[in-house]
Nanobody
Framework: DVQLVESGGGLVQSGGSLSLSCVAS???????????MKWVRQAPGKGLEYVAG????????HYEDSVRGRFTISRDNAKNTVYLQMNNLTTEDTAMYYC?????????????RGQGTQVTVSS
């Protein structure tokens, strides 16, 4: 089994920044350094939305259009952690943010997802 635990969410004013973290753990045989990771989010009353994905080594990243240039996904394989730095936040970014492991860094599919961390942006 793989477990993902997100942290770093909170309340921030529009234009502010937040940094999310997701720590991965698993049974023997789980190698975080080989895992494709992504962040997805779900706003109140809406479906799951892709935010960003990162390759196993961190050399390739991809972003949803509305966050490109404002958000940065990164990872530290030595710490089994993936990050999402969010700058210039807007009220449209208010959502529950989930870290996920998947076979692809694209899209909203996932093999494993964490419990999420709430991000609320006030105007």
């Amino acid at each position: 089994d793989v477990q993902l635990v997100e942290s770093g969410g909170g309340l921030v004013q529009s234009g502010g920044s937040l940094s999310l973290s997701c720590v991965a753990s698993g049974s023997s045989g789980f190698a975080f350094k080989s895992a494709l990771m992504k962040w997805v989010r779900q706003a109140p009353g809406k479906g799951l939305e892709y935010v960003a994905g990162i390759s196993d080594g961190g050399g390739f990243t991809h972003y949803e259009d509305s966050v490109r240039g404002r958000f940065t996904i990164s990872r530290d394989n030595a710490k089994n952690t993936v990050y999402l730095q969010m700058n210039n936040l807007t009220t449209e970014d208010t959502a529950m943010y989930y870290c996920a492991k998947d076979k692809s860094i694209f899209g909203i599919s996932f093999d494993t997802r964490g419990q999420g961390t709430q991000v609320t942006v006030s105007s």
